[in-house]
C-alpha cells in the first residue's frame, strides 16, 4: 500500500471515529504532498508493506499537532481545527510547515503512536469485575504496551453504566460509554500489585504535550480527559518499564502470585509487533508455571478484519480457554459487552 492510499484510508476512519479536522489534514496531504524536501521524502518512500502496520498517517497527525501544542508552527496553530478555512489556505499551511519544520517531524514519524486512550479503561473496569467474580482473588496487573501508564491505574477511574457504578465514587475520571449487552458484575476488584512495560515508555510530565499530540486536535472531550488522567498519572507514578514486552512478561511470569488472579492486559498494542513476537508472548502465558489458586487471565482489546471496533478477549490459562467478551471502539466511546456470567462460567469448569 503506498503512503497515499493509506492516508486517504486513515482519514475515512479518522472522519468515521468522529475528528473531521484530522480526516481533512491527511486528505489534502494524500492528495497535494510532492516529493522533494525532506519530510515528503520519508513520507513517500515509506516501504509499502509496513505502510499500514506502522500507522505512519497517525505518525505524521501526531507531530503536527505537537509543533502546534508546543508552538513551534505559529502559522499552523492559526488555523489549526478552524472549519473557516479554506482548503487551498489550509494546504499553504501545512505544506510551509513540512518544509520548514523537518527537524521536529522527523523524528516523530520515527516512533508508533503512543495514543494511551483512557477510555479504553472502561473495558479494563469491566474485565477486573469479571475476574473478581469468577476467582474472589485479588489482581496481579502486567500491561503490554503501558506508554505512561495511564491505563496501568484503571482502578482509579470509574465507569458508569446506567445507573450502576463501578469504581471509586470520587473517582476524577468517569467514563460512560454507550453500553450494549449485559453488565458486569458489581465485584469490585483489589490490586495487590501493578507494573507495564513499553519499548519506548513516555513521562506523564516530561512528554505531556507528546501524549496529548497523539489525541486527535478537534476532539476536546477526549484531550481534557487524557489531562486529567496525565495529572493523576503523575502523582501516582505507576512503575513503568522500558524494554522488549516478551522479555519482561517472561521474567514477570517467573514469579510466583499466590493467591492472586495475574491480568495480562493490552489495548491496540498487537498490530505493532512482529508475528515472532505475537507467538512468543502467548508461549510466555502458556509456559508460565502456575500455582494452586493462580489463573493468569490474558485480557486483550485489538483491531481484527471483523469490525466495527477492536475485539474483545479473554484467554485463561494454564487451559488456554478463550472467552469472548465482545467489542468495543477503538477510543472507548462504546462498548458491547457479550461475556458469559462469571459465576455460571466457573461453575461449568469443575
Known sequence: MSFRT??????E???????????????????????????ADRLLGWPAERVEDDAVALRLAGALHHLVLTRKAAMLARFYTRDDIDD???????DAVLRLNAEDIL???NHAPQTNEVARSAVFIAAGHWLSAAFGLPLVLSELGTCAG??????????????????????????????????PP??????????GVDRHPLDPVAD???????????????????????????EARP???????????SDRLSRPQPQACHMVYHSLFWQYLTDDQQRNIVDAMARARLQANEPLAHVAMEADDDGPGARLTLTLWPQGTEITLGRADFHGAWVDWQAPDPKAWTEAQH
Open 6 to 11: 493509506h492516508a486517504k484510508a486513515q482519514a
Open 13 to 39: 476512519a479518522c472522519a468515521q471515529l468522529g475528528s473531521p479536522y484530522t480526516a481533512r489534514v491527511l486528505r489534502l496531504v494524500a492528495d497535494h504532498l510532492r516529493p522533494g524536501h525532506a519530510v
Open 88 to 94: 487551498a489556505q489550509l494546504w499553504r499551511s501545512l
Open 107 to 109: 523524528p516523530v514519524l
Open 150 to 183: 495511564l491505563n496501568l491505574i484503571w482502578d482509579s477511574y470509574a465507569l458508569q453504566i446506567g445507573d450502576h457504578h463501578y469504581g471509586p465514587q470520587d473517582a476524577a475520571i468517569t467514563l460512560a460509554p454507550d453500553w450494549y449487552g449485559s453488565l
Open 186 to 195: 458489581l465485584a469490585p476488584p483489589v490490586i495487590r500489585a501493578r507494573a
Open 208 to 234: 505531556r504535550a507528546r501524549l496529548q499530540s497523539y489525541i486527535w486536535a478537534d476532539q476536546t472531550t477526549r484531550l481534557e480527559r487524557q489531562a486529567l488522567a496525565l495529572d493523576l498519572a503523575a
Open 239 to 249: 512503575p513503568v518499564h522500558e524494554g522488549c514486552a516478551v522479555a519482561w512478561l
